[in-house]
């Protein structure tokens, strides 16, 4: 299948020099891009208490943004039925991330003891690149296409991006599906972004990964123990400014991970074993480190129609 992940940002206040933003994206509230974010007297479009901002952001996009892509598709000429599937991955910030993963361990003094106090002491919070991705899957890249065509998205959607969205990356990419979903309502995503190491090609690296390494993480029990759905994404997009679906952030990603877990421990139980390190220690082999990134999602699907789901011919 054909997916289209736009990796996402919400509309938020921080300040250019330490999150991007795409432009004609952080809208005020009479529709007019917002110079500079970190303005106190700029009202975000979303508006409301900064204080509950995530939360009213988050509950935007599932319960309002959701609903509107769907009502906004034509029904009468089809269109709709050419979108697959649709999912919303949240991420969760008290979840496994690239910058924090398990085991957890309490800040202790020189001697190994807790501090008195937690003032002072208090880990920096470090923000991954993204809040959440939007799962789009087509049959054939035709549907996608007839999708994105409408004039309704145009016209409705587009300007909600640009009110809600920070930063919208869309990935074309291959879906590549190694260990089907049983439910396809499994509620936890770890979502791994590669860049793969300098000297291999995009081909070579997909190839790589498909092969050699899917068979790798097949090889391992704790991948069977916990694993509910393995998915790789082999980015296809645009290279070139200019193409359609082209953005400077996702041009450069070679692939994505999907994992998929039964709930939240499942994944930090499964990220301390001994064979996950060895899935690691490999994916370190073809993808850069130190330009990759991951971090945990909660899923929400909002369309479906492929059931049941089954693995790719390889």
Do not use: C
């Not at 769907?70 to 919303?88: F, M, N, P, S, V």
Request: net charge negative; hydrophobic share 35%.
């Amino acid at each position: 299948m054909t997916v289209l992940a736009s990796l996402l940002s919400r509309a938020d206040n921080t300040p250019l020099d330490q999150r991007r933003r795409d432009p004609n994206t952080l809208l005020d509230q009479e529709g007019k891009a917002i110079a500079d974010p970190a303005d106190p007297s700029q009202k975000l479009a979303l508006g409301g208490d900064p204080n509950t901002g995530y939360e009213k952001w988050a509950e935007y996009w599932r319960k309002v943004h959701g609903p509107r892509f769907i009502y906004a598709q034509d029904t009468e000429e089809g269109k709709i039925r050419h979108l697959a599937r649709y999912d919303q991955v949240h991420r969760i910030s008290a979840g496994p991330t690239h910058f924090t993963p398990p085991p957890y361990v309490a800040p202790t003094d020189a001697n190994g003891e807790l501090y008195d106090t937690v003032i002072g002491h208090i880990p920096e919070y470090r923000r991954p690149d993204w809040d959440g991705m939007a799962y789009l899957a087509f049959n054939t890249p035709d549907d996608l296409k007839a999708v994105f065509s409408q004039e309704k998205l145009r016209t409705k959607i587009v300007p909600e991006d640009q009110a809600i969205f920070r930063e919208l990356a869309p990935v074309v990419a291959t879906e590549h599906i190694i260990l089907p979903s049983a439910t396809q309502r499994d509620p936890i995503l770890l979502v791994k972004i590669h860049r793969r190491q300098e000297g291999m090609s995009r081909e070579e690296f997909q190839e790589d990964w498909l092969r050699k390494h899917a068979n790798l993480v097949l090889a391992k029990p704790a991948a069977h123990k916990y694993v509910k759905r393995y998915v790789q994404l082999h980015n296809m997009g645009p290279v070139s400014e200019g193409e359609p679906f082209w953005h400077p952030a996702s041009s450069g990603i070679d692939g994505i991970t999907i994992m998929a877990f039964a709930n939240m421990n499942d994944v930090e139980d499964f990220l301390m074993t001994d064979d996950y390190s060895e899935i690691e220690k490999d994916e370190r082999r073809i993808a850069d480190p130190k330009a990759s990134e991951y971090w945990t999602g909660l899923n929400y699907n909002v369309v479906n129609r492929v059931y049941p789901e089954h693995a790719t011919i390889r």
